[in-house]
């Protein structure tokens, strides 16, 4: 076999393998989908500090899976945090093509309270000075205030509640609301309904009866 004969089998060689590797990838994203998704789901249940195992074994992998994706405790963390947040950002648009714009407000809000639920399972690692979750805020602030500032401004733009509302604003006043219910989602939700319902005041249209 001359030289050229080689680099050519070399190449279709890799070709090949490239071809193959493809759905690995793919199968690979999708067990890590899995093992964050499952993550989520311990540590609401168990807390931060539960065993990997029963966070490979709900998510339907080995161990040694679910190390090679996230080598540690703390990426893990960091991949359910973020999950969290960019499907709490991701929903704001799809809210507002299905939604009148207060209503795509009101619903993304409570869309936001889930989230601070589940962030609360996360507290004890993310405040704990930990320099692997040093980028999360900065991630935070990222995605979530733009998607609020849109819905924001569509609900103020239509009248529909008023225009001097920051986003820093009411993502705190969620959050403090969210921190008086403790554990009581329902309360939050309620609280965060009348949230909103005073957003109405001051608009240019009248409050709803």
């Not at 979750?133 to 819905?151: E, G, M, N, V």
């Not at 219910?181 to 009348?194: E, G």
Request: contains cysteine.
């Amino acid at each position: 076999m001359n030289k050229d004969t080689m680099v050519a089998e070399e190449n279709n060689q890799a070709g090949r393998e490239e071809s193959v590797a493809r759905p690995l990838r793919a199968d690979a994203q999708r067990s890590a989908d899995a093992i964050v998704d499952a993550a989520l789901e311990v540590f609401a249940r168990s807390g931060v500090e539960a065993p990997v195992r029963e966070i490979a074994a709900r998510a339907g992998v080995g161990i040694g899976t679910l190390y090679r994706r996230f080598p540690q405790r703390s990426d893990l963390i960091v991949a359910v945090f973020r999950q969290q947040v960019d499907a709490c950002a991701d929903a704001a648009p799809l809210l507002a093509a299905d939604h009148q714009p207060a209503e795509a407000l009101a619903l993304w809000l409570q869309r936001y309270v889930d989230f601070i639920a589940t962030k609360r399972g996360l507290a004890s690692a993310l405040h704990s000075g930990d320099p692997a979750y040093a980028s999360l805020p900065s991630y935070f602030d990222a995605r979530l205030r733009p998607a609020l500032q849109a819905l924001l401004q569509a609900a103020a733009s239509a009248g529909e509640v008023r225009g001097d509302v920051e986003p820093d604003d009411l993502l705190r006043a969620v959050g403090s609301l969210c921190l008086s219910a403790q554990d009581d989602l329902a309360y939050a939700r309620r609280m965060v309904a009348l949230l909103v319902d005073g957003l109405r005041f001051g608009s240019a249209q009248p409050p709803r009866a």
